[in-house]
């Protein structure tokens, strides 16, 4: 867990990179943990990371490709003073939809071979539609004219990038998510001089039953199928949330969409025999035949981890917010945004820093047309719908 | 700065970075590798492998596993059901091949992975 809080908090690391380290040392680790604690070890750090994650996504807009739509209504509710409630609002979907699923467990073990094969076909032209919906959705045509704009630039920066050999796949993400979503948020908040008010602790009390069923079927759907992620199916749920008072349940739809999805796709290993994330490679590694003892470890796994990923993400959140309130945002904003650059840099050089640009300057084109920056997802799902057709 | 201004210059630097993210697509676009020279840092990425193919095996639900062998090494070639599909029969006979695909990892092993019909060509 501790591993999954260093992954979650620093932007760029991701546990696929712990975890390509652990199995380069699986050997000695085996001899020495056995294959449950390793398990386990993976578990824990997946999940955890996608409770922690949000943290640096909400407070400092360095987002990654699982909680990238969570950047816009959590900075927003940041800038309203409640900062610390959207950070709640994503950990009561993570536990929400932890324990949905751990609920629904029979029924999923039917679901989900039933809709592996029967969405799979219908997946592009479902992603067609939410495209088209999100640019008609816009409520007057110069709204529309800017959407579809920057679907069709977003759609082909995400086919040029994602699809050349351009970067290192692994690799190649961060610039373009942190372009698109972080660092143009960032600038946009300089230009308009923001500050970041006092923040708020008390919370708006609710049930968000919508968010967390939202969440479930999100990740079920991203843990299962193949070329769809958290970000693609935080797109289709978001066109199911559109009014003001939706954002609260977005954001718990969200943060259920990513936990959910981590976990879904290890269990995917059980129920269709294919691995669907980093975290489920390396399980199925360890244990090549996945069994029910194997599937009931997991599951305790999760439902342990999971308290006190919860309690560890409201506190940290706690102790990032009150030492942000001390600091004069536009140099705390300054100071995330040269942070940003050097990640860049590090991890994917000046090619790295050319796609960060483009993609920036795609961002700023969606904030200053006043159009919704989720139009801009169009960089993972063109991609997807090529892949499908 | 006033918005409409911003609008501008965003949408010009755009525009122009994708058309400098294109010609970088395009010089670094993937050209005959050996096989004996892939490794895992490669996976993800586009190449194109040629050689001779000493095994074919096909799978019951349409994939074609494809064994290619040049003379630094072999890998498997899968060809997926749908792409089988379009693919017909044009590869039965073949002996030798060039194939563009990405490069992945399956249980320990490298696969190059065609998406297209047209990124398989018989040479022999």
Known sequence: MAVGVFTGLIPGIHVNTVIVIVLAMSGALLEIFGHQALIAFIVAMALTHTFLDFIPSILLGAPTEDNVLSVLPGHRLLLDGRGYEAIRLTSIGGVGTILLASLSLPLLLVLIPILYSGIKAYLPYILMLVLFFIVFSENNNRKRFYTAVLVIYSGIFGQLVLESNILNPQVVLFPVLTGLFGISTLLFSLNL???????????????????IIGGTLGGILAGVLPAVGSSQSAVLIQQAMKNENDERDFLVALGGVNTSDSIIAILALYIIGNPRSGASIAVEKLVPQMDTGGLLLILGTVLFSTFFAVFLTLNIAKIMILQIERIDYSRLTRGILVFL???????SGFTG????????????????????????????????????L | MKEKGLLSISFLISTAGLLIIFAMGQYSAPCTTDIGSLDFDQVGYNVIVKGEVIDRNYHKDGHIFLTVKDNTGSIIVPIFSNLAVEIGTRLDDCREVEVMGKLEEYRDNLEVIPREPGDIVCLR
């Open chain 1, 341 to 347: 650059v050097i990640l860049i840099v590090a991890f």
């Open chain 1, 193 to 211: 001089n923001s500050t970041i008010p006092p923040q708020w602790f008390e919370v708006h009390k609710g049930w968000y039953f919508r968010g």
């Open chain 1, 353 to 388: 820093l050319v796609i960060a640009a483009v993609g920036t300057s795609m961002g700023i084109m969606a904030h200053a047309s006043g159009v919704r920056k989720s139009s801009l997802m169009a960089v993972l799902i063109v991609p997807t719908i090529i892949y499908f």
